[in-house]
């Protein structure tokens, strides 16, 4: 299924009409397919909060799908110098941390947290902006 991030929001493509749709559906709004799912537990995540991103899993989601509960992951720089755009992490799950909310925004089309950290499913990013 082809994916990608778009200004922080991840864009899935159907596989059979090509429709964009953004995580929430099980089914195409264009074509009707079903080779969507829900957001699920277990899920990677990715928190954008300006220029910086964080690496999140989602560990709970209501019965519409419009809440999730996400936990931290613990990231570790892998790559040589973290002065770069190629920044590369290793992630692992940290059952100890702290487990925040996020909600579906229509108006974005997106997870967010507080109104302004927005939130993709689906892979795990992790950036530090070094002008910041
Ligand atoms: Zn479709």
Redesign the pocket.
Known sequence: MYSRLKDGVLEIA?P????VTHGLEEV?P????EHFRKVSPGDGATMSSGSDRYPYTVTCVNKSGKTIQLQADDFHLISDTPYSDSQEYSYTRNTDAAVVTARWSNKRQCYQRNGHQRVSIGHRNAYWDPCF
């Not at 059979?16 to 429709?19: G, I, R, W």
């Not at 264009?30 to 397919?33: D, I, Y």
């Open positions: 159907c059979d009409c090509a429709a195409c264009a074509c009707q397919c």
